[in-house]
Nanobody
Protein backbone atom coordinates (compact mmCIF):
# COMPACT_ATOMS: atom_id res chain seq x y z
CA UNK A 1 0.00 0.00 0.00
CA UNK A 2 1.52 3.24 -1.16
CA UNK A 3 1.60 6.26 1.08
CA UNK A 4 0.54 8.34 -1.89
CA UNK A 5 -2.59 7.57 -3.90
CA UNK A 6 -3.66 9.43 -7.01
CA UNK A 7 -7.17 9.54 -8.42
CA UNK A 8 -9.33 11.53 -10.80
CA UNK A 9 -7.89 10.63 -14.17
CA UNK A 10 -10.00 9.78 -17.17
CA UNK A 11 -10.72 10.20 -20.85
CA UNK A 12 -11.78 13.68 -21.88
CA UNK A 13 -12.04 15.73 -25.04
CA UNK A 14 -9.83 18.74 -25.80
CA UNK A 15 -10.98 21.78 -23.87
CA UNK A 16 -12.50 19.79 -21.03
CA UNK A 17 -11.36 19.64 -17.43
CA UNK A 18 -10.31 17.12 -14.81
CA UNK A 19 -9.35 17.39 -11.17
CA UNK A 20 -6.73 15.03 -9.88
CA UNK A 21 -6.39 14.25 -6.21
CA UNK A 22 -3.39 12.98 -4.32
CA UNK A 23 -4.13 11.58 -0.89
CA UNK A 24 -1.10 11.22 1.35
CA UNK A 25 -0.84 9.00 4.39
CA UNK A 26 1.95 8.53 6.93
CA UNK A 27 3.40 11.95 6.12
CA UNK A 28 2.02 15.39 6.86
CA UNK A 29 1.85 17.86 4.02
CA UNK A 30 2.67 20.50 6.60
CA UNK A 31 6.20 19.12 6.45
CA UNK A 32 6.49 17.87 2.90
CA UNK A 33 6.32 19.41 -0.53
CA UNK A 34 4.30 17.57 -3.13
CA UNK A 35 4.74 17.40 -6.84
CA UNK A 36 2.71 16.25 -9.80
CA UNK A 37 4.60 14.63 -12.64
CA UNK A 38 3.51 13.01 -15.86
CA UNK A 39 4.91 10.57 -18.34
CA UNK A 40 3.65 10.02 -21.84
CA UNK A 41 4.48 6.87 -23.81
CA UNK A 42 8.06 6.89 -25.06
CA UNK A 43 8.75 10.19 -23.30
CA UNK A 44 10.66 11.02 -20.16
CA UNK A 45 8.90 11.93 -16.98
CA UNK A 46 8.39 15.66 -16.59
CA UNK A 47 7.34 17.89 -13.77
CA UNK A 48 3.92 19.47 -14.04
CA UNK A 49 3.38 21.34 -10.81
CA UNK A 50 4.63 21.41 -7.24
CA UNK A 51 3.58 23.00 -4.02
CA UNK A 52 5.65 23.55 -0.92
CA UNK A 53 5.00 22.60 2.66
CA UNK A 54 4.23 26.07 3.95
CA UNK A 55 0.73 27.09 4.84
CA UNK A 56 0.75 29.76 2.14
CA UNK A 57 2.94 27.88 -0.29
CA UNK A 58 2.95 29.08 -3.87
CA UNK A 59 2.74 26.56 -6.65
CA UNK A 60 5.31 26.05 -9.38
CA UNK A 61 4.10 25.21 -12.86
CA UNK A 62 5.76 23.98 -15.99
CA UNK A 63 5.38 26.52 -18.78
CA UNK A 64 3.23 24.11 -20.76
CA UNK A 65 0.47 24.18 -18.13
CA UNK A 66 0.67 27.72 -16.79
CA UNK A 67 -2.70 29.42 -16.88
CA UNK A 68 -4.53 26.11 -17.30
CA UNK A 69 -3.59 24.03 -14.26
CA UNK A 70 -3.92 25.00 -10.62
CA UNK A 71 -2.40 23.14 -7.69
CA UNK A 72 -3.90 23.41 -4.24
CA UNK A 73 -3.78 21.51 -0.99
CA UNK A 74 -5.95 20.77 1.99
CA UNK A 75 -3.68 20.15 4.96
CA UNK A 76 -6.58 18.94 7.07
CA UNK A 77 -7.29 16.19 4.55
CA UNK A 78 -3.60 15.73 3.71
CA UNK A 79 -4.57 15.90 0.09
CA UNK A 80 -3.29 17.88 -2.87
CA UNK A 81 -5.38 18.65 -5.93
CA UNK A 82 -4.49 19.48 -9.49
CA UNK A 83 -7.26 21.26 -11.34
CA UNK A 84 -6.64 20.87 -15.04
CA UNK A 85 -8.62 23.07 -17.40
CA UNK A 86 -8.59 23.36 -21.17
CA UNK A 87 -6.90 20.01 -21.50
CA UNK A 88 -5.11 19.32 -24.75
CA UNK A 89 -3.95 16.09 -26.40
CA UNK A 90 -0.36 16.86 -25.38
CA UNK A 91 -1.47 16.64 -21.74
CA UNK A 92 -2.09 12.93 -22.21
CA UNK A 93 -0.02 10.75 -19.93
CA UNK A 94 0.11 8.97 -16.64
CA UNK A 95 0.12 11.46 -13.80
CA UNK A 96 2.00 10.70 -10.62
CA UNK A 97 2.37 12.53 -7.36
CA UNK A 98 5.26 12.28 -4.97
CA UNK A 99 6.38 13.97 -1.79
CA UNK A 100 9.68 15.41 -0.69
CA UNK A 101 11.33 16.99 2.32
CA UNK A 102 14.55 17.54 0.40
CA UNK A 103 15.31 21.23 -0.03
CA UNK A 104 17.22 20.37 -3.19
CA UNK A 105 14.43 18.40 -4.83
CA UNK A 106 13.69 19.27 -8.43
CA UNK A 107 10.14 19.79 -9.52
CA UNK A 108 11.27 19.68 -13.12
CA UNK A 109 12.76 16.20 -12.99
CA UNK A 110 11.39 14.64 -9.80
CA UNK A 111 14.87 14.14 -8.35
CA UNK A 112 14.68 14.21 -4.58
CA UNK A 113 11.02 13.21 -4.50
CA UNK A 114 10.15 9.89 -2.91
CA UNK A 115 7.04 7.94 -1.94
CA UNK A 116 5.60 7.91 -5.43
CA UNK A 117 2.08 6.82 -6.16
CA UNK A 118 1.06 4.37 -8.87
CA UNK A 119 -0.36 7.12 -11.03
CA UNK A 120 -3.65 7.92 -12.71
CA UNK A 121 -4.13 7.95 -16.47
CA UNK A 122 -5.22 11.11 -18.25
CA UNK A 123 -6.16 10.79 -21.90
CA UNK A 124 -7.23 13.77 -23.97
CA UNK A 125 -8.63 12.80 -27.32
CA UNK A 126 -11.44 13.57 -29.73
Amino acid sequence: QSNVVESGGGLVRPGESLRLSCAVSAFSLRNYALGWFRQAPEKEREGVSCIGSGRNAIGWYDDSVKGRFTISKDNAKNTVYLQMNNLQPEDTGRYYCAISNDAGASCMTGAGFNSWGHGTQVTVSL
